[in-house]
């Protein structure tokens, strides 16, 4: 596995997002957000992604020139219409529009519609830290979960993130999908051909499965919880309120009609709204309290857990956050690490695009 | 075992309220709120607790003529100090806080400090409903959980509740503990001699375990996910996220810290807070949307997801709010049917303030 440095794949991103027509300013922020998951070790939300995301531009079913605009708001809500964006561009938009909201009124609350796949939600719950504020990012996405009971695909892996400043210690940064696994997650055990746990996935008859390439023959991810006995049913009503949140609110699709991601497959024909859905939150802490008193006893919270006994003394109870962290540390001294599969993909696209993949 | 009238109950619970000395208004509040766990069938959180709230009066740690009061605010927040009051009294008080806010920001979001045990968090979620408002109501709690790899206890089961309306649909409600199983199954367990499932429970060394009183011996609940593998670092996740909404924000007690429920164990001699915490959520669908689209997609969406094909033609697929209605609708015409250890617990409780138990 080859590794490249990080401003390298990063002004490659760029390129390639200006190749399909953004300006200047999208493609630096779409290439910021897509570059983040590479530096953070969620692989499956990066580069690898690139193509895709150019497969649906030549689809028409990305818009690179589009008019983002608050369609409908309240002191501390919006709704906007992404227009067919990236969800790489419309969604630092849109949690701009919230931060700006809570500026004035406390808290800021985004639900946008029309959108595409966005990336990681902690980049964008992040991006509230600075203004000392809680950020919160969550998305729809198309149905490869079985809500408990159910044989259907009917929601997607909707993950949701929450990003908490702290005074002297890192921010927290929650950042999950409501199923027990990940598709990511999924994806790495198919190329390692190895089997998948019991609890992450139902075979077509909604019997348990191990098989990594089961949604292929009409498998689907379990909610977080697995199974009734272990909560599915809670993995389930979370997986929901994204749903709701992010496409409900905003007008766009939700359930078995949010569109896939993959190019190579139509987006349902009778749709309920438009494109994805994403929400977002901020909510200033001085709205609550002072702010020195909230920070400092988010040191107290963050460190307390830190130094929480652990079961093998090896293995530290964890603070959310920690671990895209390290990565980010690492990868932005060492390099990112590319699958071959990946770096093939990649080069492909430069070929197409007329750009040259560095290294 | 015996059932009673929801209405007699409700009348015993208002005036055992009456008798520590909450007014008539409190009194009948916290006693809708008490009665509501019973009539949903979350028998854990209803009458069984009755004797418990005031075990605790009698040690003065609750206050049952407190003062009530923001303490903090801005247009679309405030922070309560709820001067040690039942959770059943402040609760409802805190969401009318949140729900007044969202009239005029759009959105309301209520920290609460200083409080007490609240009851069902699906109760004050839905108290938005009837104002075409989405609710949400957490709550932490004394801590039984251990966070992914931590052999100590750092977190409560710490619920979320969320209400969203519909237009012809019963709304969804949603209202759950952020670990594997609440505390309330491992009581139904303990009573009926039965082992728990595996992923529920860890013990005192942080292995597995299925010991339903595990907890006595310094055991764990286990966050939603029960392991690493399956998960628990998300439910870590979503009960952090709880405490520090509810705590960090509002000034209460957070992660070891909060004080426990139970009379005979007293609260930690070095509180970083005041009582429990609460937070709560209210948002106008009309500041998103047009009311009458939102609800009519919300029934759309309500319909799709109870007809996606069942795994088992006779287990449908549910919505959240499903199973409490059916249980408050049977047990509005048949009675609330009570153990006979709750029975006789209401007994003595009858005696010891001078009141009849109904039946």
């Known amino acids: ?27 630096q922020t779409a290439a910021n957000v897509l570059l983040a998951a590479d530096l953070s070790g969620v692989d499956s939300h990066g580069l690898a992604r690139l193509s895709g995301y150019v497969r649906l531009f030549k689809k028409n079913r990305i818009n690179t020139t589009p008019h983002i605009r608050i369609i409908h708001e309240s002191p501390s809500t919006a709704t906007v219409d992404a227009d067919g964006a990236l ?63 159910s044989l259907s695909r009917m929601l997607g892996t909707n993950p949701m993130a929450f990003a908490i ?36 996935i139902q075979d077509a008859q909604g019997a348990n499965s191990n ?19 272990h909560g599915s049913h809670k993995g389930y009503c979370l997986g929901a309120v994204v749903d709701i949140f992010s496409a409900v609110l905003s007008g766009a699709n939700y359930g ?42 988010m040191d107290n919270w963050i460190q307390t857990f830190r130094n929480a006994s652990p ?21 932005l001294e060492h390099g990112i690490p590319l699958v071959p599969k990946v770096v093939d993909d990649l080069k492909q696209l430069s070929e197409e695009l007329g750009l040259n993949f560095p290294g």
Chains 1, 2 share one sequence.
């Open 165 to 200: 400043p702290a005074a002297s210690e890192p921010p927290f940064i929650a950042d999950f999908a409501t199923t027990t696994a990940a598709n990511g997650k999924l994806e790495i055990l198919q190329r390692k051909n190895q089997l998948a746990p019991s609890g992450w």
């Open 1 to 27: 596995m080859n590794t490249f440095p990080y401003h390298d794949l990063l002004i490659f991103a760029k390129t390639a997002f200006q190749a399909i027509g953004c300006n200047d300013t999208d493609a």
């Open 87 to 149: 969800g790489l561009v419309s969604a630092p938009k849109a949690m701009e529009i919230a931060i700006h909201k809570a500026n004035t009124a406390g808290t800021g609350w985004v639900a946008v519609k029309h959108s595409n796949h966005f990336g990681i939600a902690g980049y964008h719950a992040a991006m509230a830290l600075p203004h000392d504020m809680i950020g919160i990012a969550m998305t729809n996405a198309s149905p490869l979960v079985a809500p408990t009971f």
């Open 256 to 297: 078995p009609w949010v569109p896939p991601f993959v190019a190579f497959l139509d987006p349902p024909n009778n749709p309920v709204g438009e494109g994805i859905g994403h929400f977002f939150g901020a909510m200033r802490v001085d709205a609550f309290r002072p702010k020195e008193e909230f920070l400092q006893h």
């Open 311 to 331: 079961i093998h003394p090896n293995q530290p109870v964890q603070i959310p956050g920690d671990a895209e962290r390290f990565a980010k540390n690492e990868r």
């Open 211 to 229: 098989n990594p390439n089961e949604l292929a023959s009409g498998g689907a991810l379990l909610p977080l919880g697995s199974d009734r006995e």
